[in-house]
């Protein structure tokens, strides 16, 4: 059964409510996929993306969502392969840095629902104009930030955005504070220095204090 852009938008702004960070993974060994996802969920962040960046993330996402509360999407979601290895890990969510008609179409078919990326309002139109109106905005430092952001929102409100791209602690308020933006995207809650050594707890500590970013 394939899914239509509104039905794939209105799955992630449903993940995207569930808490203000959505972890994005670069996971070099899936034996440390489980711990590391048991430690983000009981920090209170559920929603995982690990990114297709290496041969170990689509084992990493198969031992993932099997962590109770997990909901594991796959990253870094660039062509139609790309899609059909996220679906055969069991991904539930795909992000895309951008978004092409081949990309679209490939989500669309196999009912994978997409966080496409768009930088500029154009880009933005574009995919709204197909029926996507929550996206990924990348790279989001690097594009203007928060201010593009509060910018955007005048002439397109009816578009939801999870920035992602040099977003931190220090700076995540400044986008959750805009009316768009249910919720970031970063790594700053599973720094490769801490998953390296399997420091489970400093990650739940992480973890809790990106969920209360919220607050």
């Keep these: 059964m394939a899914i239509d852009p509104a039905a794939a938008s209105r799955r992630m702004r449903a993940l995207a409510a569930l808490a203000p960070v959505i972890p994005v993974l670069v996971i070099e060994d899936a034996a440390q ?19 297709l960046r290496t041969s170990a993330a689509p084992e990493a996402i198969r ?24 679906c055969a ?18 989500c669309e078919a196999a009912d994978l629902p997409l966080l496409p990326g768009a930088a500029t309002a154009s880009e933005a139109m574009a995919l709204l104009a197909r029926g996507y109106d929550m996206l990924k905005f990348f790279p989001a430092e690097a594009a203007g930030g928060a201010a593009v952001l509060a910018a955007f929102g005048a002439p397109l ?3 939801a955005f999870c920035p992602t791209g040099g977003v931190s602690l220090a700076n995540a308020r400044d986008y959750l504070a805009l009316p768009t933006v249910p919720c970031v995207g970063g790594s ?12 489970w707890p400093a990650v739940r500590v992480l973890a809790d204090q990106a969920r209360r970013l919220r607050a």
Excluded: H, N, Y
């Design 188 to 199: 700053w809650v599973a720094p490769k220095t801490l998953v390296a050594a399997g420091d």
């Design 89 to 106: 890990a069991g991904a539930q969510f795909a992000v895309s840095p951008g978004a092409t008609d081949a990309l679209l179409e490939a």
């Design 33 to 51: 996929a489980r711990p590391l996802a048991e430690a983000l969920v009981a920090g209170g962040l559920p929603v995982l993306e690990v990114t």
């Design 63 to 86: 031992e993932m969502a099997r962590v109770p509360g997990a909901v594991v999407g796959a990253g870094t979601v660039i062509t139609a392969a790309d899609v059909q290895t996220a």
């Design 157 to 159: 409100p009816q578009i």
